[in-house]
């Protein structure tokens, strides 16, 4: 990869080594440039010139490859053997092992047969580390005492890519959107196939505490998969009375969608109860709009207000948004929260005619007033969900 970087820029060596500073300078600036792009990755890569095909015969995950996996209807060749270490499912295999093999490759430019010194006719510096780093860095087993990959990694020639090994994976940025999308997968079929179950539910996922049992609904991990998403940004500094969003255009993947939210994102303890209309095309909309039997009204809802603070000095004040160090106690009952509004009905109504949706959000104190300086939130989103 680096290679044909440089015989592009026209630069005479094109093997240069960990020490050179052009090629330092050039993968700092690739790195600053691109947060998915990585000096340690060489797909498709392998030795002798060989692709990944001729290698191992691995084809690179296609859609009708995923749409076979998508189409098994039992966990055990979807998901693994028939107790949970006995064998790799077909998800498993490929895309997620095609992937990471795919991804990392070999490095044509490495030279694991001689020291660094030697590749780059240069005085060693002490600290120089010798011949078969990538090796030895991908072969640790030990956590303790490691030092975790050093900037000194990134200017390293290694056999293989990061992705090649699981002690080095997650390194690679590249490793965390393929992650994401192989569990996307497995909630989509899970949704399919609402029976198909791992035989051991209690077997312990090491290395960590949870049950298999435990990770079969992503709701208590805190997250879910929408269609569509459009998220407007508010910000804390100050209170809200009214907000009316830009018109949202409605494109084709959102068709098909079972619920569709609007969720205030981030907001702070209220001082005093209010309620929160939603209107979806009606910006205009205030305190004295008539929502009984209009067809723009989405729907509402109800914060309940936390009174005067009796407690003692910052009892009531908004938590930092991430813990002091050393500070253990559990979440604060100030922390800001999200709320939801169902807008399913009047949006498959609206969408019949309209293309584009609109949100008006009126904050209406207990006197049913407007209220104009109580409302802080961080943004407010639309969100079409399966």
């Known amino acids: 990869m680096l290679s044909l970087i440089f015989n592009t820029i026209g630069y005479t060596d094109v093997t240069p080594c960990p020490e050179d500073p052009n090629r330092r300078h050039m993968i700092c600036a690739l790195l600053e440039s691109n947060p998915l792009w990585y000096p340690l990755r060489y797909p498709a890569e392998y030795s002798a010139g ?101 900037r000194e990694d990134m200017y390293s020639q290694p056999k293989y890519g990061d992705m090649f090994s699981n002690l080095t994976a997650s390194y690679d940025p590249v490793f965390w959107p393929i992650h994401v999308n192989v569990d996307s997968l497995w909630w989509e079929w899970q949704q399919i196939n609402p029976n198909g179950m791992p035989v051991e539910l209690d077997a312990i996922l090491t290395p960590w505490n949870y049950t298999q049992r435990d990770t079969l609904n992503i709701a208590r ?71 009984r039997g209009n067809p723009h009204f989405a729907g509402y809802l109800a914060i309940f207000g936390h009174g005067a603070c009796y407690g003692g000095p910052g009892h009531c004040d908004i938590p930092p948004p991430r813990a002091r160090d050393y500070d253990h106690r559990t979440r604060s009952h100030n922390t800001p929260r999200n709320h939801r509004i169902d807008v399913t009905d009047c949006t498959r109504k609206l969408l019949e005619t309209a293309q584009e949706l609109q949100i008006t959000l009126v904050v209406i104190g207990a006197d049913y007033e407007e209220d104009i300086d109580l409302l802080k939130l961080e943004g407010v989103s639309l969100n079409f969900l399966d």
């Open 50 to 150: 060989k692709t990944i095909n001729q290698a191992i015969h691995y084809h690179y995950p296609s859609a009708d490859d995923i749409r076979q996996i998508m189409s098994l209807n039992n966990f055990r060749d979807f998901g693994g053997g028939s107790t949970y270490d006995a064998a790799f499912g077909f998800l498993d295999q490929n895309p997620h092992n095609t992937l990471h093999i795919w991804t990392g490759g070999e490095n044509p430019d490495s030279n694991d047969d001689s020291t660094y010194a030697e590749s780059c006719m240069v005085t060693p510096r002490p600290s120089t580390p010798v011949s078969r780093l990538g090796e030895r860095r991908n072969n640790m087993v030990r956590a303790g005492g490691r030092r975790f990959h050093t």
């Open 221 to 291: 991990f805190g997250y879910e998969y929408v269609r569509g998403t459009y998220f407007m940004p508010v910000g804390l500094e100050a209170p809200v009375s009214r907000f009316i969003s830009q018109p949202i255009p409605m494109p084709e993947r959102i068709q098909g969608f079972r619920k569709v939210e609007i969720r205030l994102h981030w907001v702070p303890q209220l001082a005093r109860s209010c309620f929160v209309r939603a209107f979806l095309n009606q910006p205009g909309a205030d305190a004295s709009t008539e929502w």
